[in-house]
């Protein structure tokens, strides 16, 4: 079975400084991994998604993420937020074994702080 | 782009009444899923369906049902609505699976059942 865990449920960040992100999953098959975001009282939007290739990913709104194989881990970054970055994130894991489905972590709250 | 459509927006609901969710999609996907959202604990799939006629149950389908009688349509129904189905429930839609498994998320229905 896959699963996924995002190890911070909350992640306060002042405006312009760095935010990281934290994603871990654990699956026993090769996995596509996925980045949403949840804006207040919207759906989810796709960030960014990992199926293949290069393990460095770029996103909209300059989000990109980095896949670690050794690591299970996908982590999502973006060097500088804005305000309009307050939101919900996020990860998701999806594998062929599982029917592409995909199962969600429980979520990250980022508040962009002036 | 209407892409998909979730009607209504918002309900109550007193316990035992039932009712459908409705959830309709434009871009021809194949996919359909339903998933509830609860505090801290991201999406749990509900039920999915993978062509008109095909449907299946997901992580948590007690006290729910679907149909899938055409491509575009997969409404969701509530027998005997419980406190515990108190949620925002979303639907979603892909074309495919591995490549093109992006989803796409209605605004989702918030659900409360006193």
């Known amino acids: 079975a896959q699963s996924v865990t995002q190890l911070d449920s909350q992640v306060p960040v002042f405006e312009e400084a760095p935010v990281e992100l934290r994603c871990n999953y654990s699956s026993s098959v090769s996995v596509y991994l996925f980045w949403y975001v949840q804006y207040p009282n919207q759906g989810l939007q796709l960030l960014l998604k990992?199926?293949?290739?290069?393990?460095l990913v770029k996103g909209i709104n300059g989000f990109e993420a980095e896949f670690n194989k050794s690591q299970t881990s996908f982590h999502l970054r973006k060097p500088s937020v804005h305000i309009s970055d307050t939101a919900e994130y996020f990860c998701?894991?999806?594998?062929?074994?599982?029917?592409?489905?995909?199962?969600f972590g429980g979520g990250t709250r980022v508040l962009v702080k002036p | 782009n209407a892409g998909v459509t979730q009607t209504p927006k918002f309900r109550i609901l007193k316990i035992g009444q039932s009712m459908t969710l409705q959830c309709a999609q434009d871009m021809n996907h194949n996919y359909m899923y339903w998933y509830r959202q609860d505090p801290g604990m991201g999406l749990k799939l509900i039920y999915y369906s993978v062509g008109a006629g095909i449907t299946d149950k997901g992580e948590v389908p007690n006290g729910y049902n679907v149909s899938r009688s055409t491509t575009e349509d997969f409404p969701l129904r509530l027998e005997l609505a419980a406190p515990s189905q108190t949620s925002v429930y979303f639907c979603?839609?892909?074309?495919?699976?591995?490549?093109?498994?992006?989803?796409?998320f209605g605004q989702g229905t918030r659900l409360t059942v006193v």
């Open positions: 979603a839609s892909s074309y495919d699976a591995g490549v093109r498994a992006e989803a796409f």
């Open positions: 998701a894991v999806s594998t062929k074994a599982a029917g592409n489905k995909l199962t």
């Open positions: 990992y199926l293949s290739g290069s393990t």
